[in-house]
């Protein structure tokens, strides 16, 4: 009887999604778990942190300043060249870039299961971060929140072989479609025709299409291209950027309005049309 | 029917999913002791008369709550597992160390089995017989942790 129960809540959350509002709600259940595990290496970071000396302390100081001047130089750099393109894009009539707003989170957990490539982070509706809310770190993308519950949300990694999303050479924006292997360090890229131009080394972005990710994001690096006449499509290998298992803290993206459609075509101002 | 101290079996059960959630390096993933189906033989095999199958269902829905599986995959290979502990309970308590081992191995690697078919169900890629390495640990931590639960119990006096 419960067997058949049990049988029935599986298929139910496998093929239907009617389940998720209750899944939803009771992982703050499950986040003090995560939040327990995780105490000895916070703990761990603490006391680090506590037992450092002084000249340590100073040398990290005048380190992490110098570095905020020159991010501050950059920034002044990123300032005009947004007002420019904001403008040109005016120009275009092309539908306005929104602005977006960053929130820091703490990873507090993975998931057990090694099949999935899931973190925990102690961000939630709470905060802000909702369903399908772009995560990443200083280096790149990370992936996008599955579940988001009231103080925590779960985080599929990019590298999730279950996980594939949209991209763009950043050289000559080819676009492709990056799917995860189940291999912390590897993307692959489908459907690449033997024919496009793409070698080692390319820089691929976020491309932007499908509105799940915000455009423009770093994804990863083609470590090797392999091009065999017998196939129709190039075997594309891509290392990602984000740091997938090193990361302690990640940023997600909120408030970002999801493009209307498939993102191909930009919006049509009324006004402008007469 | 009056109970005594039942609240040592929660917490044997709370302690058991903080271990099936802790963090643990990317390879030995594969080799966590299935710690709640350890814990679901432990019980239904000391109280068979007062722990059956709904209780092994109810660990198995919070399990798959916390560590945010497929909800139901664990309550079912846990009722499947705790069904096949109470027909056997008798045999398990006579069994020397060695065969119970043995014989644990085999009931986590049938719960393991279900996990894996939900596993399969959720199309999520199924590598060969790696699913089965839990079993093998749960196995070879029977002996080292259920002398001490067997302590416990008797010392509380749980009924």
Request: aromatic share 8%; proline share 5%.
């Amino acid at each position: 009887m419960l067997g058949l129960v049990a049988t029935a809540l599986i298929l139910t959350n496998l093929y239907t999604d009617w389940l998720d509002p209750a899944r939803e709600r009771l992982s703050s259940l499950a986040a003090p778990f995560y939040w327990i595990t995780d105490t000895p290496s916070r703990v761990g970071g603490w006391a680090g942190e506590q037992l450092r000396t002084r000249e340590e302390l100073l040398e990290e100081n005048s380190r992490l300043q110098h570095q905020v001047m020159l991010l501050e130089q950059q920034a002044q750099l990123l300032a005009a060249a947004r007002a420019e393109n904001t403008q040109l894009k005016e120009l275009m009539n092309s539908a306005e870039s929104v602005d977006q707003r960053v929130l820091v989170a703490q990873v507090i957990g993975v998931s057990p299961d090694p099949l999935e490539h899931v973190l925990i982070i102690d961000k939630g509706r709470s905060d802000g971060v909702l369903q399908g809310a772009a995560i990443m770190d200083a280096s790149g993308l990370l992936g996008q929140v599955i579940e988001a519950g009231d103080f925590s949300s779960r985080v599929v990694l990019i590298t999730d072989a279950n996980h594939a999303l949209p991209v763009q050479v950043l050289r000559n924006s080819v676009r492709a479609v990056a799917e995860g292997t189940g291999d912390l360090y590897r993307l692959k890229l489908r459907h690449l025709a033997n024919t496009s131009d793409i070698r080692e080394g390319d820089l691929l972005l976020s491309s932007g299409l499908g509105g799940r990710f915000p455009a423009g994001y770093p994804v990863g690096e083609v470590t090797s291209v392999k091009r065999d006449p017998g196939r129709a499509f190039a075997d594309v290998e891509v290392q990602p950027r984000g740091r997938m298992n090193r990361s302690r803290f990640v940023l997600a993206v909120i408030d970002v309005v999801p493009p209307t459609g498939d993102g191909l075509e930009g919006r049509v101002d009324p006004a402008a049309q007469d | 029917m009056d109970t005594h101290n039942r609240w040592f079996i929660l917490f044997t059960i709370f302690i058991a999913l903080l271990l099936a959630v802790m963090p643990l390096p990317v390879h030995w993933l594969w080799f966590r002791p299935a710690f709640c189906a350890l814990l679901v033989i432990f019980w239904t095999t000391r109280m068979p008369q007062e722990l059956g199958v709904g209780f092994a269902w109810m660990v198995g829905l919070i399990e798959d709550l916390v560590t945010g599986s497929t909800l139901g995959a664990h309550a079912l290979a846990l009722a499947v597992l705790a069904y096949f502990s109470l027909l056997t309970y008798r045999r398990t308590r006579a069994f020397n160390p060695g065969q119970q081992l043995m014989w644990v191995f085999v009931l986590v690697g049938i719960n393991q089995l279900l996990g894996n078919w939900v596993h399969s169900l959720a199309g999520k890629p199924v590598p060969g017989l790696t699913f089965l390495w839990p079993a093998l640990t749960t196995a070879l931590l029977w002996p080292l942790v259920t002398p001490w639960l067997h302590r416990m119990a008797s010392r509380l006096q749980i009924r």
